[in-house]
Protein backbone atom coordinates (compact mmCIF):
# COMPACT_ATOMS: atom_id res chain seq x y z
CA UNK A 1 0.00 0.00 0.00
CA UNK A 2 1.10 3.43 -0.39
CA UNK A 3 0.04 7.13 0.52
CA UNK A 4 -0.40 7.71 -2.99
CA UNK A 5 -3.89 7.37 -4.79
CA UNK A 6 -2.56 7.70 -8.64
CA UNK A 7 0.67 5.49 -8.19
CA UNK A 8 -1.95 2.53 -5.93
CA UNK A 9 -4.02 3.21 -8.64
CA UNK A 10 -1.75 1.99 -11.46
CA UNK A 11 0.22 -0.65 -9.21
CA UNK A 12 -2.95 -2.70 -8.74
CA UNK A 13 -4.47 -2.84 -12.37
CA UNK A 14 -4.31 -6.33 -14.12
CA UNK A 15 -1.06 -6.23 -15.99
CA UNK A 16 -3.02 -6.46 -19.78
CA UNK A 17 -4.83 -3.53 -18.54
CA UNK A 18 -2.53 -1.82 -17.26
CA UNK A 19 -0.26 -2.06 -20.59
CA UNK A 20 -3.24 -0.89 -22.74
CA UNK A 21 -3.97 2.03 -20.92
CA UNK A 22 -0.13 2.87 -20.52
CA UNK A 23 -0.64 2.92 -24.17
CA UNK A 24 -2.97 5.60 -24.01
CA UNK A 25 -6.67 6.49 -24.03
CA UNK A 26 -7.94 7.59 -27.38
CA UNK A 27 -8.39 6.16 -30.28
CA UNK A 28 -11.97 3.81 -31.15
CA UNK A 29 -10.47 0.79 -31.55
CA UNK A 30 -7.81 1.19 -28.79
CA UNK A 31 -10.51 2.30 -26.46
CA UNK A 32 -12.94 -1.00 -26.80
CA UNK A 33 -10.29 -3.45 -26.07
CA UNK A 34 -9.67 -0.93 -22.48
CA UNK A 35 -13.02 -1.58 -22.18
CA UNK A 36 -12.93 -5.40 -23.22
CA UNK A 37 -9.84 -5.86 -20.62
CA UNK A 38 -11.54 -3.85 -17.87
CA UNK A 39 -14.75 -6.13 -18.16
CA UNK A 40 -13.18 -8.96 -18.31
CA UNK A 41 -11.09 -8.62 -15.39
CA UNK A 42 -14.27 -9.23 -13.44
CA UNK A 43 -13.41 -6.01 -10.88
CA UNK A 44 -16.38 -4.22 -10.33
CA UNK A 45 -13.79 -1.44 -9.21
CA UNK A 46 -12.47 -0.95 -12.87
CA UNK A 47 -15.67 -0.88 -14.18
CA UNK A 48 -16.15 3.11 -14.18
CA UNK A 49 -12.57 2.78 -16.35
CA UNK A 50 -14.75 0.80 -19.02
CA UNK A 51 -17.14 2.87 -19.14
CA UNK A 52 -14.80 6.28 -19.91
CA UNK A 53 -13.39 4.09 -22.50
CA UNK A 54 -16.69 3.89 -24.55
CA UNK A 55 -17.99 7.28 -23.37
CA UNK A 56 -14.78 8.58 -24.84
CA UNK A 57 -14.77 6.63 -27.66
CA UNK A 58 -18.41 8.00 -28.93
CA UNK A 59 -16.80 11.52 -28.40
CA UNK A 60 -14.45 10.86 -30.95
CA UNK A 61 -16.89 9.37 -33.20
CA UNK A 62 -20.13 11.20 -31.94
CA UNK A 63 -22.84 11.08 -35.13
CA UNK A 64 -21.61 7.15 -35.85
CA UNK A 65 -25.11 5.83 -36.46
CA UNK A 66 -23.21 2.33 -36.78
CA UNK A 67 -21.56 2.49 -33.12
CA UNK A 68 -24.32 3.80 -31.43
CA UNK A 69 -26.43 0.94 -32.53
CA UNK A 70 -23.55 -1.50 -31.29
CA UNK A 71 -22.85 0.69 -27.84
CA UNK A 72 -26.90 0.04 -27.31
CA UNK A 73 -27.01 -3.43 -28.41
CA UNK A 74 -25.13 -4.98 -25.51
CA UNK A 75 -27.01 -4.12 -21.97
CA UNK A 76 -23.20 -4.89 -20.24
CA UNK A 77 -21.95 -2.10 -22.53
CA UNK A 78 -25.25 -0.12 -22.29
CA UNK A 79 -25.51 -1.26 -18.34
CA UNK A 80 -22.02 1.32 -17.64
CA UNK A 81 -23.54 4.44 -19.61
CA UNK A 82 -25.49 7.43 -17.41
CA UNK A 83 -29.02 7.45 -19.08
CA UNK A 84 -28.19 11.18 -20.42
CA UNK A 85 -25.41 9.23 -22.65
CA UNK A 86 -27.85 6.16 -23.56
CA UNK A 87 -30.49 8.45 -24.76
CA UNK A 88 -27.77 10.60 -26.51
CA UNK A 89 -26.82 7.56 -28.31
CA UNK A 90 -30.50 6.38 -28.83
CA UNK A 91 -31.09 9.49 -31.07
CA UNK A 92 -28.04 8.82 -32.94
CA UNK A 93 -28.79 5.86 -33.96
CA UNK A 94 -32.39 6.85 -35.16
CA UNK A 95 -30.84 9.95 -36.65
CA UNK A 96 -28.82 8.01 -39.28
CA UNK A 97 -29.39 5.44 -42.02
CA UNK A 98 -26.95 4.30 -44.50
CA UNK A 99 -27.78 5.69 -48.30
CA UNK A 100 -27.08 3.41 -51.52
CA UNK A 101 -24.76 6.01 -52.70
CA UNK A 102 -22.70 5.34 -49.55
CA UNK A 103 -20.65 3.01 -51.69
CA UNK A 104 -20.12 5.74 -54.50
CA UNK A 105 -18.28 7.93 -51.31
CA UNK A 106 -16.35 4.86 -50.61
CA UNK A 107 -14.49 4.56 -54.06
CA UNK A 108 -13.93 8.58 -54.10
CA UNK A 109 -12.81 8.31 -50.41
CA UNK A 110 -10.12 5.70 -51.70
CA UNK A 111 -8.92 8.80 -54.61
CA UNK A 112 -8.03 11.10 -51.78
CA UNK A 113 -9.72 13.67 -53.95
CA UNK A 114 -11.03 16.12 -50.83
CA UNK A 115 -12.65 18.64 -52.65
CA UNK A 116 -14.78 15.86 -55.12
CA UNK A 117 -15.71 14.16 -51.54
CA UNK A 118 -16.31 17.33 -49.90
CA UNK A 119 -18.78 18.34 -53.02
CA UNK A 120 -20.42 14.75 -53.26
CA UNK A 121 -21.55 14.86 -49.26
CA UNK A 122 -23.08 18.82 -49.50
CA UNK A 123 -24.83 17.53 -52.12
CA UNK A 124 -25.92 14.10 -50.88
CA UNK A 125 -26.83 16.20 -47.65
CA UNK A 126 -28.86 18.69 -49.47
CA UNK A 127 -31.31 16.09 -50.45
CA UNK A 128 -31.35 14.25 -47.32
CA UNK A 129 -30.95 16.90 -44.67
CA UNK A 130 -32.16 15.39 -41.70
CA UNK A 131 -29.79 11.69 -42.27
CA UNK A 132 -26.68 11.96 -39.80
CA UNK A 133 -24.94 9.87 -41.93
CA UNK A 134 -24.25 12.81 -44.25
CA UNK A 135 -23.39 14.83 -41.00
CA UNK A 136 -21.23 12.00 -39.77
CA UNK A 137 -18.93 11.63 -43.05
CA UNK A 138 -18.77 15.36 -43.22
CA UNK A 139 -17.05 15.76 -39.94
CA UNK A 140 -14.96 12.81 -40.38
CA UNK A 141 -13.56 14.23 -43.88
CA UNK A 142 -13.66 18.03 -43.52
CA UNK A 143 -11.61 17.79 -40.42
CA UNK A 144 -9.08 15.34 -41.68
CA UNK A 145 -9.17 18.23 -44.49
CA UNK A 146 -8.49 20.79 -42.22
CA UNK A 147 -12.01 22.41 -43.29
CA UNK A 148 -13.61 23.42 -39.82
CA UNK A 149 -16.41 25.35 -41.92
CA UNK A 150 -17.15 23.07 -44.39
CA UNK A 151 -18.08 20.73 -41.24
CA UNK A 152 -20.29 23.14 -39.31
CA UNK A 153 -21.76 23.87 -42.40
CA UNK A 154 -23.86 20.61 -42.56
CA UNK A 155 -23.97 19.62 -38.81
CA UNK A 156 -27.81 19.65 -38.06
CA UNK A 157 -29.75 22.54 -36.22
CA UNK A 158 -29.85 22.30 -33.08
CA UNK A 159 -33.32 21.35 -31.81
CA UNK A 160 -33.11 21.52 -28.30
CA UNK A 161 -33.45 17.15 -28.50
CA UNK A 162 -30.81 14.37 -27.03
CA UNK A 163 -28.90 14.42 -30.65
CA UNK A 164 -27.77 17.89 -30.05
CA UNK A 165 -25.52 16.77 -27.22
CA UNK A 166 -23.66 14.73 -29.66
CA UNK A 167 -22.23 17.58 -31.39
CA UNK A 168 -20.75 19.02 -28.48
CA UNK A 169 -16.87 17.31 -29.25
CA UNK A 170 -17.79 18.20 -33.19
CA UNK A 171 -18.26 21.95 -31.90
CA UNK A 172 -15.33 21.70 -29.29
CA UNK A 173 -13.00 20.39 -32.49
CA UNK A 174 -14.15 22.86 -34.47
CA UNK A 175 -13.54 25.88 -32.15
CA UNK A 176 -10.32 24.02 -31.88
CA UNK A 177 -9.45 24.06 -35.48
CA UNK A 178 -10.36 27.96 -36.03
CA UNK A 179 -8.00 28.71 -33.32
CA UNK A 180 -10.43 30.58 -31.24
CA UNK A 181 -9.71 31.07 -27.75
CA UNK A 182 -10.70 28.67 -25.39
CA UNK A 183 -13.72 29.93 -23.08
CA UNK A 184 -14.42 26.58 -20.77
CA UNK A 185 -18.11 26.12 -20.38
CA UNK A 186 -18.60 25.28 -16.61
CA UNK A 187 -21.66 23.19 -17.34
CA UNK A 188 -19.46 21.08 -19.57
CA UNK A 189 -16.38 21.00 -17.73
CA UNK A 190 -17.94 20.15 -14.03
CA UNK A 191 -19.09 16.83 -15.67
CA UNK A 192 -20.68 16.57 -18.59
CA UNK A 193 -23.20 14.00 -18.11
CA UNK A 194 -23.14 12.30 -21.61
CA UNK A 195 -19.37 12.09 -21.78
CA UNK A 196 -18.16 11.45 -18.55
CA UNK A 197 -16.79 13.51 -15.69
CA UNK A 198 -13.26 15.09 -16.77
CA UNK A 199 -14.16 14.97 -20.68
CA UNK A 200 -14.84 18.72 -20.82
CA UNK A 201 -12.15 20.06 -17.81
CA UNK A 202 -9.14 17.85 -20.01
CA UNK A 203 -9.90 19.42 -23.06
CA UNK A 204 -10.37 22.97 -21.77
CA UNK A 205 -6.81 22.33 -20.18
CA UNK A 206 -5.32 20.69 -23.33
CA UNK A 207 -6.03 23.91 -25.17
CA UNK A 208 -5.77 26.38 -22.37
CA UNK A 209 -2.00 25.07 -22.59
CA UNK A 210 -1.55 25.51 -26.58
CA UNK A 211 -3.01 28.93 -25.97
CA UNK A 212 0.04 29.56 -23.90
CA UNK A 213 -2.18 29.97 -20.08
CA UNK A 214 -0.35 27.78 -17.94
CA UNK A 215 -1.42 28.05 -14.55
CA UNK A 216 -5.47 28.37 -15.70
CA UNK A 217 -4.27 25.01 -17.79
CA UNK A 218 -3.05 23.41 -15.10
CA UNK A 219 -6.19 23.68 -12.73
CA UNK A 220 -8.45 22.42 -15.89
CA UNK A 221 -5.66 19.33 -16.24
CA UNK A 222 -5.95 18.68 -12.29
CA UNK A 223 -9.58 18.70 -12.16
CA UNK A 224 -10.41 16.21 -15.31
CA UNK A 225 -7.36 14.06 -13.97
CA UNK A 226 -9.25 13.62 -10.43
CA UNK A 227 -11.79 12.18 -12.41
CA UNK A 228 -9.79 9.98 -15.02
CA UNK A 229 -6.70 8.72 -13.35
CA UNK A 230 -6.58 6.11 -15.73
CA UNK A 231 -6.26 8.14 -18.64
CA UNK A 232 -1.93 7.79 -19.67
CA UNK A 233 -2.03 10.42 -21.84
CA UNK A 234 -3.52 12.95 -19.61
CA UNK A 235 -1.12 11.73 -16.43
CA UNK A 236 1.89 12.37 -18.83
CA UNK A 237 0.70 15.82 -20.14
CA UNK A 238 0.09 17.18 -17.31
CA UNK A 239 3.52 15.69 -15.30
CA UNK A 240 5.15 17.47 -17.31
CA UNK A 241 3.42 20.30 -17.65
CA UNK A 242 3.23 20.41 -13.60
CA UNK A 243 7.50 19.52 -13.56
CA UNK A 244 8.00 22.20 -16.76
CA UNK A 245 9.78 19.61 -18.78
CA UNK A 246 7.84 21.35 -21.68
CA UNK A 247 9.64 24.29 -21.38
CA UNK A 248 13.20 22.15 -20.68
CA UNK A 249 15.95 23.38 -23.75
CA UNK A 250 19.55 22.26 -23.79
CA UNK A 251 22.31 21.86 -26.07
CA UNK A 252 23.50 19.26 -27.12
CA UNK A 253 26.97 17.79 -25.36
CA UNK A 254 29.39 17.64 -28.79
CA UNK A 255 29.84 18.47 -31.82
CA UNK A 256 26.36 18.01 -34.39
CA UNK A 257 26.15 17.23 -37.72
CA UNK A 258 22.19 17.15 -39.53
CA UNK A 259 22.05 14.44 -42.06
CA UNK A 260 19.91 15.25 -45.18
CA UNK A 261 19.21 13.56 -48.46
CA UNK A 262 17.20 14.22 -51.40
CA UNK A 263 15.96 13.30 -54.65
CA UNK A 264 13.78 15.36 -57.02
CA UNK A 265 12.13 17.32 -54.73
CA UNK A 266 13.88 20.75 -55.00
CA UNK A 267 10.84 23.13 -53.92
CA UNK A 268 10.52 20.99 -50.85
CA UNK A 269 14.12 20.77 -50.10
CA UNK A 270 14.87 24.61 -50.38
CA UNK A 271 11.70 25.55 -47.53
CA UNK A 272 13.40 22.88 -45.43
CA UNK A 273 17.18 24.07 -45.62
CA UNK A 274 15.26 27.69 -44.82
CA UNK A 275 14.25 26.20 -41.84
CA UNK A 276 17.18 24.99 -40.54
CA UNK A 277 19.11 28.64 -41.41
CA UNK A 278 16.43 30.45 -39.76
CA UNK A 279 17.04 28.03 -36.48
CA UNK A 280 18.41 29.28 -33.36
CA UNK A 281 21.24 26.20 -33.44
CA UNK A 282 23.73 26.13 -36.21
CA UNK A 283 25.04 22.65 -36.50
CA UNK A 284 27.18 21.29 -39.21
CA UNK A 285 25.22 20.30 -42.00
CA UNK A 286 25.96 17.29 -44.60
CA UNK A 287 23.41 17.34 -47.44
CA UNK A 288 23.53 14.48 -50.55
CA UNK A 289 21.89 15.27 -54.13
CA UNK A 290 20.98 11.71 -55.09
CA UNK A 291 20.97 11.65 -58.04
CA UNK A 292 18.48 14.71 -59.09
CA UNK A 293 17.83 15.93 -62.43
CA UNK A 294 15.08 18.87 -61.58
CA UNK A 295 17.22 21.50 -60.55
CA UNK A 296 17.93 20.63 -57.10
CA UNK A 297 21.98 21.14 -57.29
CA UNK A 298 21.16 25.04 -57.86
CA UNK A 299 19.28 25.12 -55.10
CA UNK A 300 21.91 23.32 -52.89
CA UNK A 301 24.65 25.60 -54.25
CA UNK A 302 22.53 28.75 -53.36
CA UNK A 303 22.38 27.73 -49.96
CA UNK A 304 26.15 26.33 -49.62
CA UNK A 305 26.64 30.00 -50.32
CA UNK A 306 24.15 31.36 -47.73
CA UNK A 307 25.23 29.17 -44.75
CA UNK A 308 29.35 28.73 -45.50
CA UNK A 309 28.98 33.05 -45.61
CA UNK A 310 27.44 33.09 -42.03
CA UNK A 311 29.88 30.27 -40.85
CA UNK A 312 32.52 28.69 -43.01
CA UNK A 313 32.47 24.76 -43.48
CA UNK A 314 29.25 24.40 -41.97
CA UNK A 315 27.67 23.06 -45.29
CA UNK A 316 28.63 20.60 -46.77
CA UNK A 317 27.18 19.02 -50.53
CA UNK A 318 27.80 15.48 -51.73
CA UNK A 319 26.46 14.65 -55.30
CA UNK A 320 25.80 11.29 -56.14
CA UNK A 321 24.90 10.50 -60.41
CA UNK A 322 22.01 7.94 -59.87
CA UNK A 323 19.04 7.65 -57.02
CA UNK A 324 20.80 5.31 -54.23
CA UNK A 325 17.88 4.64 -52.47
CA UNK A 326 17.26 6.22 -48.61
CA UNK A 327 19.50 3.46 -46.32
CA UNK A 328 22.26 3.65 -48.87
CA UNK A 329 21.89 7.08 -48.83
CA UNK A 330 21.63 7.61 -44.91
CA UNK A 331 25.05 5.07 -44.64
CA UNK A 332 26.94 7.21 -47.45
CA UNK A 333 26.03 10.20 -44.91
CA UNK A 334 27.09 8.29 -42.02
CA UNK A 335 30.51 7.47 -43.48
CA UNK A 336 30.96 10.90 -44.21
CA UNK A 337 30.37 12.30 -40.78
CA UNK A 338 32.09 9.43 -39.09
CA UNK A 339 35.35 10.25 -40.23
CA UNK A 340 34.34 14.42 -39.28
CA UNK A 341 34.25 12.58 -35.76
CA UNK A 342 30.76 14.11 -34.55
CA UNK A 343 28.95 13.52 -31.27
CA UNK A 344 25.89 13.49 -32.77
CA UNK A 345 23.66 12.78 -35.67
CA UNK A 346 20.65 14.13 -36.93
CA UNK A 347 18.80 12.34 -39.89
CA UNK A 348 16.01 14.91 -41.08
CA UNK A 349 14.05 14.30 -44.26
CA UNK A 350 14.20 16.94 -46.92
CA UNK A 351 10.14 17.86 -46.72
CA UNK A 352 10.05 19.33 -43.27
CA UNK A 353 9.78 22.47 -40.81
CA UNK A 354 11.56 22.81 -37.90
CA UNK A 355 10.56 25.39 -35.38
CA UNK A 356 13.51 27.71 -34.76
CA UNK A 357 14.58 25.71 -31.09
CA UNK A 358 14.18 22.29 -32.41
CA UNK A 359 17.49 20.80 -32.14
CA UNK A 360 17.73 22.28 -28.00
CA UNK A 361 14.32 20.18 -27.57
CA UNK A 362 16.01 16.95 -29.09
CA UNK A 363 18.91 18.28 -25.70
CA UNK A 364 16.39 18.10 -23.65
CA UNK A 365 15.16 14.61 -24.42
CA UNK A 366 18.68 13.36 -24.13
CA UNK A 367 19.85 15.44 -20.82
CA UNK A 368 16.41 13.26 -19.32
CA UNK A 369 16.72 10.22 -20.87
CA UNK A 370 20.89 9.93 -21.92
CA UNK A 371 20.76 6.06 -21.76
CA UNK A 372 18.73 6.13 -25.06
CA UNK A 373 20.04 4.63 -27.92
CA UNK A 374 17.42 7.47 -30.25
CA UNK A 375 15.47 10.20 -29.63
CA UNK A 376 13.01 11.50 -32.28
CA UNK A 377 9.80 13.68 -32.13
CA UNK A 378 6.09 14.18 -33.05
CA UNK A 379 5.75 14.56 -37.08
CA UNK A 380 2.61 16.06 -38.18
CA UNK A 381 0.78 16.55 -41.73
CA UNK A 382 2.57 19.80 -43.17
CA UNK A 383 -1.25 21.22 -44.32
CA UNK A 384 -3.27 19.98 -41.29
CA UNK A 385 -1.44 19.61 -37.73
CA UNK A 386 -3.95 18.25 -36.22
CA UNK A 387 -3.12 14.93 -37.88
CA UNK A 388 0.03 12.68 -36.41
CA UNK A 389 1.92 10.86 -38.79
CA UNK A 390 4.26 9.62 -36.02
CA UNK A 391 4.78 9.35 -32.23
CA UNK A 392 5.90 7.64 -29.63
CA UNK A 393 5.33 3.67 -31.15
CA UNK A 394 5.45 0.25 -29.46
CA UNK A 395 6.04 -2.96 -30.63
CA UNK A 396 2.52 -4.70 -30.94
CA UNK A 397 3.00 -8.35 -32.34
CA UNK A 398 -0.09 -9.86 -33.32
CA UNK A 399 -0.79 -14.03 -32.47
CA UNK A 400 -1.22 -14.75 -35.94
CA UNK A 401 -0.06 -13.21 -39.20
CA UNK A 402 -1.81 -10.67 -39.70
CA UNK A 403 -0.70 -6.69 -39.20
CA UNK A 404 -2.31 -5.75 -35.76
CA UNK A 405 -4.40 -3.18 -34.60
CA UNK A 406 -3.09 0.32 -36.23
CA UNK A 407 -0.91 2.75 -34.16
CA UNK A 408 -2.30 4.65 -31.42
CA UNK A 409 -1.82 8.08 -33.12
CA UNK A 410 -3.32 7.44 -36.16
CA UNK A 411 -6.51 6.35 -34.75
CA UNK A 412 -7.28 10.08 -33.75
CA UNK A 413 -6.66 13.61 -34.52
CA UNK A 414 -4.41 15.39 -31.98
CA UNK A 415 -5.78 16.97 -29.31
CA UNK A 416 -2.28 17.07 -27.32
CA UNK A 417 -2.74 13.83 -25.90
CA UNK A 418 0.49 13.27 -27.19
CA UNK A 419 2.31 16.34 -25.91
CA UNK A 420 4.47 14.30 -23.29
CA UNK A 421 8.39 12.38 -23.42
CA UNK A 422 8.94 9.24 -22.30
CA UNK A 423 10.58 5.98 -23.52
CA UNK A 424 9.28 3.70 -26.87
CA UNK A 425 10.65 1.29 -28.97
CA UNK A 426 10.43 3.28 -31.65
CA UNK A 427 10.51 6.84 -33.58
CA UNK A 428 10.37 8.47 -37.20
CA UNK A 429 12.87 8.51 -39.45
CA UNK A 430 11.72 11.75 -40.30
CA UNK A 431 13.79 13.48 -37.61
CA UNK A 432 15.89 11.60 -35.15
CA UNK A 433 18.56 11.88 -33.31
CA UNK A 434 21.37 9.44 -32.33
CA UNK A 435 25.35 8.98 -30.70
CA UNK A 436 27.75 8.68 -33.38
CA UNK A 437 28.80 5.96 -31.79
CA UNK A 438 25.81 4.06 -31.95
CA UNK A 439 25.75 4.08 -35.32
CA UNK A 440 29.06 2.99 -35.62
CA UNK A 441 28.17 0.23 -33.75
CA UNK A 442 24.99 -0.94 -35.21
CA UNK A 443 26.58 -1.19 -38.86
CA UNK A 444 24.16 1.49 -40.35
CA UNK A 445 20.68 0.88 -42.33
CA UNK A 446 19.86 -1.84 -44.19
CA UNK A 447 20.32 -1.42 -47.72
CA UNK A 448 17.93 -4.33 -48.28
CA UNK A 449 15.24 -2.19 -47.84
CA UNK A 450 15.98 -0.11 -50.44
CA UNK A 451 14.52 2.12 -52.21
CA UNK A 452 12.98 3.60 -48.87
CA UNK A 453 10.19 2.53 -46.40
CA UNK A 454 10.65 0.63 -43.15
CA UNK A 455 14.31 0.81 -43.01
CA UNK A 456 14.43 3.46 -39.65
CA UNK A 457 11.85 0.88 -37.91
CA UNK A 458 14.62 -1.97 -38.85
CA UNK A 459 16.89 -0.08 -37.08
CA UNK A 460 15.75 0.80 -34.02
CA UNK A 461 14.59 -3.10 -33.68
CA UNK A 462 18.51 -4.08 -34.02
CA UNK A 463 19.13 -1.65 -31.15
CA UNK A 464 16.11 -3.17 -28.91
CA UNK A 465 18.29 -6.60 -29.69
CA UNK A 466 21.09 -5.04 -27.88
CA UNK A 467 19.30 -3.76 -25.34
CA UNK A 468 18.68 -0.28 -26.65
CA UNK A 469 15.64 1.92 -26.61
CA UNK A 470 13.74 4.85 -28.38
CA UNK A 471 12.72 7.91 -26.36
CA UNK A 472 9.83 10.44 -27.98
CA UNK A 473 10.23 13.71 -27.76
CA UNK A 474 6.49 14.59 -28.26
CA UNK A 475 6.80 18.77 -26.94
CA UNK A 476 8.70 18.74 -30.32
CA UNK A 477 6.19 18.84 -33.17
CA UNK A 478 7.73 18.96 -37.11
CA UNK A 479 5.78 19.60 -39.62
CA UNK A 480 5.68 16.91 -42.87
CA UNK A 481 4.89 18.05 -46.27
CA UNK A 482 4.54 14.36 -47.82
CA UNK A 483 0.85 13.64 -46.35
CA UNK A 484 0.86 10.02 -45.14
CA UNK A 485 -2.06 8.40 -42.72
CA UNK A 486 -6.19 9.01 -42.98
CA UNK A 487 -4.68 12.20 -45.43
CA UNK A 488 -2.50 10.51 -47.49
CA UNK A 489 -2.71 9.52 -51.63
CA UNK A 490 0.74 7.16 -52.58
CA UNK A 491 0.99 5.93 -55.82
CA UNK A 492 0.73 2.15 -56.43
CA UNK A 493 4.50 1.98 -56.65
CA UNK A 494 4.94 3.23 -53.60
CA UNK A 495 2.35 1.26 -51.45
CA UNK A 496 3.89 -2.26 -53.16
CA UNK A 497 7.25 -1.10 -52.19
CA UNK A 498 6.16 -0.16 -48.72
CA UNK A 499 4.44 -3.64 -48.86
CA UNK A 500 7.22 -5.78 -49.98
CA UNK A 501 9.50 -4.01 -47.26
CA UNK A 502 6.91 -5.10 -44.64
CA UNK A 503 7.52 -8.81 -45.93
CA UNK A 504 11.14 -8.38 -45.55
CA UNK A 505 11.23 -7.17 -42.37
CA UNK A 506 9.14 -9.93 -41.44
CA UNK A 507 11.76 -12.54 -42.27
CA UNK A 508 14.64 -10.32 -40.69
CA UNK A 509 12.87 -9.97 -37.72
CA UNK A 510 10.36 -12.98 -36.95
CA UNK A 511 7.37 -12.03 -34.84
CA UNK A 512 8.73 -14.97 -32.47
CA UNK A 513 12.09 -12.45 -31.66
CA UNK A 514 10.00 -9.87 -31.45
CA UNK A 515 7.93 -11.02 -28.48
CA UNK A 516 10.60 -10.75 -26.25
CA UNK A 517 11.17 -7.13 -27.23
CA UNK A 518 7.43 -6.69 -27.04
CA UNK A 519 7.54 -7.67 -23.82
CA UNK A 520 10.86 -5.61 -22.45
CA UNK A 521 9.12 -2.92 -24.20
CA UNK A 522 5.88 -3.31 -22.25
CA UNK A 523 7.85 -3.15 -19.02
CA UNK A 524 9.81 -0.33 -19.83
CA UNK A 525 6.68 2.01 -20.73
CA UNK A 526 4.76 0.17 -17.49
CA UNK A 527 7.99 1.46 -15.42
CA UNK A 528 8.58 4.92 -16.61
CA UNK A 529 4.95 5.38 -16.32
CA UNK A 530 4.79 4.54 -12.80
CA UNK A 531 7.74 6.36 -11.88
CA UNK A 532 5.77 9.96 -13.16
CA UNK A 533 2.25 9.08 -11.24
CA UNK A 534 4.51 8.28 -7.93
CA UNK A 535 5.84 11.71 -8.89
CA UNK A 536 2.17 13.51 -10.13
CA UNK A 537 1.25 12.48 -7.07
CA UNK A 538 3.32 14.17 -4.71
CA UNK A 539 2.88 17.09 -7.34
CA UNK A 540 -1.01 17.17 -6.76
CA UNK A 541 -0.81 16.17 -2.79
CA UNK A 542 1.46 19.68 -2.56
CA UNK A 543 -0.86 21.43 -5.08
CA UNK A 544 -3.76 20.30 -2.82
CA UNK A 545 -2.28 22.02 0.64
Known amino acids: MTDNPVLEFWNNLPQELAYLLAQGFTGRTHLLKVARAALASGDQQLYPVAGSALTTAFSENPLDGVFAEQMLRSPEVSGLLSDETVATLQAVKELWREPRSADHLTRLAGKKDFRRIKEFIARQAATDPENLFWASKAAFFGLVDNDPDFVESLLPPLTGGPADKAQIPLREEIERFRGTPCEPDPLVTQGDPVFGRGWGAMHAGLRLAREGYRDEAALWLMEAF ?21 LERSELPGRTA ?64 VNTGAAVARNWLLKEALERGYAFLCYLDDDVDLPADWL ?21 DHANTA ?28 AGLFDYMRPCDSVTGCCHLFRAETLRASGGFDIRL ?35 GMASHSSPQAEGNALGNKFKLQALHPNEELRDLEHIGRQRLLKDLREKAAHLGLMLDVAAR
Request: proline content about 4%.
Open 450 to 484: SPSQYDDLEHDIRLLKNGGHAVYQGHLTVRHRKRS
Open 360 to 380: RQLGAAVQRYPEASVWGCKVV
Open 258 to 321: VLLYSWNKKDDLDATLGSLFRAEDDPDLLVLDNGSDDGTATILEQWEYRFDARREGSFTRISLP
Open 226 to 246: KAMPWNAGLLLRLHDHLGSVD
Open 387 to 414: IIQHADHQLEIPENQGTGDPSLFVQTLD
